[in-house]
């Protein structure tokens, strides 16, 4: 599988074109209202039904790096998993260097509040000056217990908190799903497997609460899809793919709950992304 970002022009937002197919509308935008329904990722499709799944650790990675307009060449219909976060996507990102349009950026403040839930999942948008995550989950294996946190997604807190923590799963859910002719790439080497109290990855993780800052890096890529950066406080309680757009959904539906607005120096420093450098990516531990 190959992928090429390349850099668009300011309003261009983020595309994927399937390079591999012909005949049919090759461009999927990577929008809310194109996410169509799929087990344990987050999938975007066009008109056409032209579809590329697994897009949430790519999107978090152009999101955390402030890169909001990009094309994106692929040649199948997911995007690689690599070793399970968003690391390798920020290292080629900031090695390569982006471009700065000098334009000013249009972001999305949030003016109320809006929630979404399913049974005990809840995810919520509420008015903050800042970008920020706050994030819980409540795992029955102890190797993920109960975990928390909460960051102001600004100054490079994406890569330095959250791009190299890996997707995780139990042992028993990778049965299950190879018994079904499901995830038969996946290996320890792409994701955390626990079993009970046991973590199986080779090395262990790479934080105590890897689970949680993972889960905070799936987030983040799923509202990069509201096309623009957010000006508001996202919280997630054991919230996952499906009911972060289905936030976006509740969201854009109201249209008082939010109001576009052209960023000024001061605000631009706020968003993720803004003033990173090659320094920031001297730690990260992505995979070779």
Not at 81 to 108: E, K, N, Q, Y
Not at 163 to 188: I, N, P, Y
Request: aromatic share 4%; hydrophobic share 45%; glycine share 10%.
């Amino acid at each position: 599988m190959r992928i090429e970002v390349q850099p668009a022009s300011a309003e261009y937002g983020i595309w994927f074109q399937r390079v591999d197919v012909s005949g049919v509308d090759p461009m999927i935008p990577a929008r809310w209202d194109c996410v169509t329904p799929s087990p344990l990722c987050t999938r975007i499709e066009n008109d056409a039904g032209v579809h590329v799944s697994t897009i949430e650790h790519l999107m978090a990675a152009l999101a955390g790096c402030g890169i909001h307009n990009a094309l994106i060449n692929i040649d199948g219909p997911e995007v690689p998993i690599l070793d399970g976060s968003s690391a390798d996507f920020v290292a080629g990102f900031v090695a390569t260097g982006i471009r700065r349009l000098g334009v000013p950026v249009r972001a999305l403040r949030i003016l109320q509040p809006i929630q979404v839930q399913d049974g005990e999942a809840i995810a919520r948008l509420e008015p903050c000056d800042n970008f920020e995550i706050d994030f819980r989950i409540d795992f029955e294996d102890a190797a993920i217990g109960q975990q928390s946190k909460r960051l102001r997604m600004a100054n490079g807190a994406f890569i330095h908190e959250l791009c190299d923590s890996r997707t995780f799963c139990r042992q028993s859910d990778v049965d299950a799903m190879r018994e079904k002719g499901l995830a038969l790439g996946g290996s320890l080497e792409n994701a955390v497997v626990v079993a009970g109290e046991k973590v199986l990855s080779p090395g262990g993780l790479r934080h105590e609460d890897e689970a949680v800052r993972h889960k905070m890096l799936d987030a983040m890529g799923d509202l990069a899809l509201a096309t623009c950066p957010i000006l508001g406080r996202y919280t997630g309680i054991r919230a996952g793919h499906a009911l972060s757009n289905k936030l976006l959904r509740a969201l854009f539906a109201n249209p008082a709950s939010y109001r576009p607005v052209m960023c000024d120096a001061a605000m631009t420093a706020k968003l993720p992304g803004s003033g990173i450098g090659r320094a920031d990516i001297a730690g990260l531990r992505a995979a070779a």
